[in-house]
C-alpha cells in the first residue's frame, strides 16, 4: 500500500505546476458577472439585514453593528425581510432559525435559489440539526445563542471578506486561460467560477462548494486534514462536534462524484481528512 502524500500546511495554497494565482483567504476571486445567481455589491459600509423576532436582541446587535461601522437593518419576520432584501440590498444576513410564519430554514433555501449573498443562521439552541440542515440549504456559517458579540462579529468580518467581488477590470485570454483546469471529465474556470461537467453542462456550485473545489485541485493527491480545511474556508479551527467541513463535502461530492456513496474524486481518510484523488491538467 503506497504512503500517504501530506499537504505541507506552509505550502498549502503555494501556485501549483500551471503557475496558478496561490488561494488566499481574503482575496477576492474577480469572475464576470454571468452567474446564474444574483452577486449582492460590496459597498464602503457593508449591509447587514438582521431577521429576528426578539426586539431586544435585534436591538442589541444593530447598536453594536453600527458601532462597528456596518450599515443595519432589521426585519422580524420572512415577509419583511423580503422587502428589506429588495430594497436594502444587504452584502450579508444573520437570519434567527425560529421566526413567526416562514422559519429561517426556509427563508434561507429560498434564498439560495436567486442570490448568493452571505447568511449566518442564528440558532437558539446548540441543535447539530439546524446546523447541519442550515449548511446543506446553503448557509454560509451559523453562530448559536446565547452569543458573544465579538465572536458573532468575527464571523461576518470572515464572511464579508470570503464574498466574491465584482470584476472591474477585463482581463485578457491568457489570463483567463491559466485558471482553466479539469478534472475527471469537468472543466473548471476559476475565473469565471464555472464548471461543466463531461456531458457538457454547467453546475451550479455555492460559493463555499466552489471553494472546496479550488482548495481540492490547487493540492491534487495531496491529504487534507479537517482543520486545514475549515481554516481556508471558516477563517477558524475545527472541534471534533463541528460537521461544517462534512457536510460541504457530502455537497460537493452531490456535484461531481458518479455514485457519492462510493467516491473516487474524494475520498475519505479516516479521522483525518479528505483527499483529492482526481488527475488535475491544466488547459
Known amino acids: 500500500m503506497a504512503a500517504l502524500q501530506f499537504a505541507d500546511p506552509m505550502k498549502l495554497f503555494e501556485a501549483t505546476e500551471w503557475d496558478a494565482q496561490p488561494l488566499v483567504i481574503g482575496w477576492p476571486i474577480p469572475h464576470n458577472g454571468t452567474t446564474l445567481l444574483r452577486t449582492s455589491k460590496m459597498t464602503a459600509a457593508p449591509k447587514i439585514l438582521i431577521v429576528d423576532d426578539d426586539a431586544r436582541i435585534c436591538r442589541m446587535l444593530r447598536s453594536y453593528l453600527k458601532r ?4 443595519v437593518s ?12 429588495e430594497s436594502f440590498e444587504p452584502d450579508l444576513i444573520l437570519l434567527d432559525v425560529i421566526l413567526p410564519g416562514d422559519d429561517g430554514i426556509t427563508l434561507a433555501r429560498e ?3 436567486t442570490s448568493d449573498v452571505g447568511i449566518i ?24 445563542k446565547p452569543f458573544d458579540e465579538r465572536q458573532l462579529l468575527a464571523r461576518i468580518r470572515s464572511l464579508l471578506r470570503r464574498r466574491p467581488a465584482s470584476n472591474t477590470g477585463a482581463s485578457t485570454k491568457a489570463e483567463e486561460g491559466e485558471t482553466k483546469v479539469s478534472f475527471g471529465g469537468f472543466e473548471l474556470d476559476l475565473f469565471r467560477h464555472e464548471l ?9 456550485l455555492t460559493s463555499h462548494e466552489f471553494r472546496l473545489l479550488e482548495i481540492f485541485v490547487r493540492n491534487p493527491g495531496g491529504v487534507l ?14 472541534s471534533q462536534s463541528d460537521r461544517s467541513v462534512d457536510v460541504l463535502v457530502g455537497k460537493l461530492r452531490k456535484r461531481i462524484e ?14 483525518f481528512g479528505y483527499k483529492f484523488a482526481a488527475r488535475v491538467a491544466r488547459k
Do not use: C
Open 68 to 71: 462597528e461601522g456596518y450599515s
Open 121 to 144: 443562521m442564528l440558532t437558539g439552541k446548540n441543535d447539530p440539526v439546524d446546523q447541519i440542515i442550515g449548511l446543506e440549504i446553503g448557509a454560509d456559517d451559523y453562530v448559536t
Open 258 to 271: 458518479e455514485d457519492p456513496s462510493q467516491p473516487k474524486l474524494i475520498l475519505t481518510i479516516r479521522n
Open 196 to 204: 461543466v461537467s463531461p456531458l457538457g453542462e454547467q453546475l451550479a
Open 74 to 85: 432589521i426585519s422580524s419576520n420572512g415577509e419583511e425581510m423580503w422587502q428589506q432584501f
Open 225 to 238: 486534514s479537517r482543520d486545514q480545511i475549515m481554516q481556508h474556508l471558516y477563517d477558524r479551527d475545527w
Open 111 to 113: 434564498l439560495r435559489k
